[in-house]
């Protein structure tokens, strides 16, 4: 079994590539890979689909930071996502914003999306590793406007957001590649002050969880 492992950043999982490689990238004979495929949609979707065809894993991890909408999912936490939504795909009218489904330039079911949703429809066969499943939404950049943030959490009801997950969720549903997206929460959606932030908690967390999530993969037959 060949198991990739993507983040936008080097950084991010940084622990994990450090256990990986006192294994030699070897856990029980099942083999890792680990992608850094850049910050943002544009070179996520790149790197991947470069990758993918160069060697075609057969489950893809996506592992992350990410920032959460609401006191709900509190910063330091670690969550999966479970439905990605595009969020800066569109055209602002007036004080609207119009996503490509309003606008009626492509149908809200039409493949690989799922009522303008891209699902995840492989983690009911998946093990359950304690983390809540949330929604997110896909934005390329960190939103900070209150209005921004109002017209998001109105028109799709999100949990987190962040920039690389809808381009690794449709990548991977294209290419029928069984995946997971985990995101630790460093921030809360619109706090300017970086100082507020909690970086470390939230890298700790994300990498204990996903050296967890390595171990378990690791012992499937």
């Known amino acids: 079994m060949n198991i990739l492992i993507a983040a936008a950043t080097s950084l991010e999982i940084q622990p994990t590539i450090e256990f990986l490689q006192q294994q030699n990238f070897s856990v029980q004979k099942k083999d890792f890979t680990v992608l850094i495929t850049?910050?943002?949609?544009?070179?996520?979707?790149?790197?991947?689909?470069k990758s993918f065809l160069q060697n075609r894993p057969d489950h893809s991890i996506q592992a992350g930071i990410a920032g959460s909408f609401h006191s709900g999912i509190p910063i330091g936490s670690v969550v999966g996502v479970q439905e990605e939504l595009l969020g800066d795909l569109g055209a602002e009218e007036g004080n609207h914003f119009k996503d490509i489904f309003d606008l009626g330039?492509?149908?809200?079911?039409?493949?690989p999306f799922n009522r303008k949703g891209l699902k995840n429809p492989h983690l009911q066969k998946q093990p359950k590793y304690g983390i809540p499943l949330v929604r997110s939404v896909g934005i390329n950049e960190i939103t900070t406007r209150k209005?921004?943030?109002?017209?998001?959490?109105?028109?799709?009801?999100?949990?987190?957001?962040s920039m690389e997950g809808v381009s690794f969720h449709y990548v991977c549903l294209r290419e029928k590649i069984p995946f997971i997206q985990i995101r630790a929460i460093s921030n809360y959606v619109g706090e300017r002050d970086k100082l507020n932030w909690n970086l470390n908690e939230a890298?700790?967390?994300?990498?204990?969880?996903?050296i967890e999530m390595v171990s378990s993969l690791a012992n499937l037959s």
């Open 203 to 210: 890298i700790k967390n994300l990498n204990k969880k996903l």
């Open 105 to 111: 330039l492509i149908m809200e079911n039409e493949t």
């Open 147 to 161: 209005e921004r943030i109002e017209t998001l959490t109105k028109k799709y009801n999100p949990d987190i957001e």
């Open 38 to 49: 850049g910050i943002g949609g544009m070179t996520t979707a790149y790197n991947l689909t």
